[in-house]
């Protein structure tokens, strides 16, 4: 068990380096911010009232627009954080 878990964290060393020295987004990350991307517009499209859900909405666009960034500026993890947490946001409100 041990031994998965140092050339688990060789390979997660060896994947950052690359990030930094400007390597192309995890297709993953790709499939995970299309995911997203997608709840976001099924959810600007319910038209919701309440304003509990109202701010719900605007905490999701907000973080989703920080993941946005991050993915540009090659930030991968932290873009992975945010659309994790817009995810979360958009499964509070149903979506």
């Known amino acids: 068990m041990m ?12 994947l950052s380096m ?4 400007g390597g192309n987004p995890p297709p993953a990350l790709l499939q995970l911010e299309r995911e997203v991307s ?10 919701f009232t309440e304003p509990s859900k109202l701010k719900t909405l605007a905490n ?15 930030e991968y993890e932290r873009a992975e954080n945010d659309f994790l947490q817009t995810k979360t946001l958009l499964h509070n409100l149903g979506i």
């Open 18 to 21: 690359l990030t930094e020295a």
């Open 60 to 74: 999701a666009q907000a973080v989703d627009a920080e993941g946005e960034k991050a993915l540009k500026d090659g």
């Open 3 to 14: 031994k998965a878990t140092v050339a688990t964290m060789i390979l997660w060393l060896a």
């Open 38 to 47: 997608l709840k976001m517009a099924h959810a600007r499209d319910e038209g």
